[in-house]
T-cell receptor, first 113, second 111 residues
Framework: DSGVTQTPKHLITATGQRVTLRCSPR?????VYWYQQSLDQGLQFLIQ???????AKGNILERFSAQQFPDLHSELNLSSLELGDSALYFC????????????FGSGTRLTVV | EDQVTQSPEALRLQEGESSSLNCSYT??????LFWYRQDPGKGPEFLFT???AGEEKEKERLKATLTKKESFLHITAPKPEDSATYLC????????????FGTGTLLAVQP
């Protein structure tokens, strides 16, 4: 157990629907990162939050949004889902300046049918 | 454009057959190069961090080295349990702790 908890582990939904992925960071970590991993593209950075505030944005679609709550858990909202959104979504957390980069959760596998 | 490139994409080794994986990067202001191991369907697991050219780190059968433009992950006498995807990532510049990942090398070690 890495200490980063992601729920749900698997999600199957239809095109056009909206889903919410949840992440609880490792205790004490203020930063949360969301990554998308698909077979052909590897790990793509989506967005980072630090202590409730957006810190950096990557290749995140306008249909996607995220937030980090006062208790530091984070949610990634995916709407108007398309078949191409099927992927593994990873959350990671870090303490600022640490030597380990990130600690990753076990991911949420999203399948859009 | 800042990039991280890993090669080969896939590598098949016999048990005991040593080899190296490559990670080359074109970023300025490197603030750390990271190696992770990822098993199928799981999140990446941290292996090493390297900060400056000439630095080396070892863990069991793995040794990571860093030059100004690339890093190598040397695998000595691998075992089947070393089979996984090995990811390289760089942290560079700015206030964010963002990591940019390469696409990984899929290693298969056959008994």
């Amino acid at each position: 157990d890495s200490g980063v908890t992601q729920t749900p582990k698997h999600l199957i939904t239809a095109t056009g629907q909206r889903v919410t992925l949840r992440c609880s960071p490792r205790s004490g970590d203020l930063s949360v990162y969301w990554y998308q991993q698909s077979l052909d593209q590897g790990l793509q950075f989506l967005i980072q939050y630090y202590n409730g505030e957006e810190r950096a944005k990557g290749n995140i679609l306008e249909r996607f949004s995220a937030q980090q709550f006062p208790d530091l858990h984070s949610e990634l909202n995916l709407s108007s889902l398309e078949l191409g959104d099927s992927a593994l979504y990873f959350c990671a957390s870090s303490a600022q300046g640490n030597d380990y980069g990130y600690t990753f959760g076990s991911g949420t596998r999203l399948t859009v049918v | 454009e800042d990039q991280v490139t890993q090669s080969p994409e896939a590598l098949r080794l016999q048990e005991g057959e040593s080899s190296s994986l490559n990670c080359s990067y074109t970023v300025s202001g490197l603030r750390g190069l990271f190696w992770y191991r990822q098993d199928p369907g799981k999140g990446p697991e941290f292996l090493f961090t390297l900060y400056s050219a000439g630095e080396e780190k070892e863990k069991e059968r793995l040794k990571a080295t860093l030059t100004k433009k690339e890093s190598f992950l040397h695998i000595t006498a691998p075992k089947p349990e070393d089979s996984a995807t090995y990811l390289c990532a760089v942290r560079y510049g700015g206030a964010t702790n963002k990591l940019i990942f390469g696409t990984g090398t899929l290693l298969a070690v056959q008994p």
